[in-house]
Every structure is written in C-alpha cells, then in structure tokens.
C-alpha cells in the first residue's frame, strides 16, 4: 500500500486527483504493508472506494482503491450491492454488508452516535 499520490502511477494519480482535490494526497492513519479488513465498497463515477477501521475509531471510513493491492478478491455471501440514484444523470454502486444494505441511514447513524447502529458495525468488525 502507497500513502502518498506522488507515489502513484501518472493514471492512478491522475485518476485519484478526480476525486481528492488536492496535490499531495497523503492519507493519514494508514501503514505501508499493513492488511486492512474491508467492511464495505462503494464506486463513485465508477471508482471503488473500500470501508477500512483504519484508525479503530469504530466505524469505517471510505479510502480510495489506489492505494490498495487487494489480497483476497472474495466477497461475503451476506453482502449485498445496492444502487442508489444520486440525481438524474448519476448513480452510485456499493457492496455491503445485508444490515446496511438493507438501511441505507444506518452509516449516518453511526456518526451521530446512534447506539443500535453503532452495535451493529462493532458486530461486524468482531466477525
């Protein structure tokens, strides 16, 4: 894993710079060679972005796919791909898992301290 876009391929970088609007991208609170657990994917304009706990705050954050070798290409049979309509012309694709499939506020609810759903992502990191 690269944290840094000036790492990157000239593609990579300037694929990633459509979606991080900013030179230098670093991402903060991620290790080099480290493996992450993927909780969950989501494509923007057709870019997918994994879910990582990657600073055990409790919930995932979305981190762009270029700074990631993927070590298992399995998808969990509980997961399900949702999409949603972002407005006439746009939508966006994600891979999740069932419970938050299945309640697309459960995310926001976690951000704002909702304890049902806050248990339901410690439930899923403790898989």
Same mark, same amino acid.
């Given at each position: 894993?690269?944290?840094?876009?000036?790492?990157?391929?000239?593609?990579?970088?300037?694929?990633?710079?459509?979606?991080?609007?900013?030179?230098?991208?670093?991402?903060?609170?991620?290790?080099?060679?480290?493996?992450? =657990?993927?909780?969950?994917?989501? +494509?923007?304009?057709?870019?997918?972005?994994?879910?990582?706990?990657? @600073? !055990? *705050?409790? $919930?995932?954050?979305?981190?762009?796919?270029?700074?990631?070798?993927?070590?298992?290409?399995?998808?969990?049979?509980?997961?399900?791909?949702?999409?949603? =309509?972002?407005?006439?012309?746009? +939508?966006?694709?994600?891979?999740?898992?069932?419970?938050?499939?299945? @309640? !697309? *506020?459960? $995310?926001?609810?976690?951000?704002?301290?909702?304890?049902?759903?806050?248990?339901?992502?410690?439930?899923?990191?403790?898989?």
């Amino acid at each position: 894993m690269r944290n840094n876009s000036n790492d990157l391929s000239y593609e990579r970088k300037a694929d990633l710079l459509r979606h991080i609007h900013y030179e230098n991208a670093e991402l903060q609170g991620l290790d080099v060679g480290k493996t992450y =657990q993927v909780f969950g994917l989501v +494509f923007r304009d057709n870019v997918p972005w994994y879910y990582l706990d990657a @600073d !055990s *705050s409790g $919930y995932p954050t979305p981190y762009p796919f270029h700074y990631f070798k993927p070590t298992e290409l399995a998808i969990p049979s509980n997961w399900r791909m949702v999409v949603r =309509q972002l407005d006439i012309y746009r +939508f966006e694709t994600s891979i999740l898992p069932e419970f938050w499939a299945e @309640d !697309s *506020s459960v $995310y926001e609810r976690v951000l704002d301290d909702d304890p049902d759903a806050i248990e339901k992502f410690k439930a899923l990191m403790d898989d």
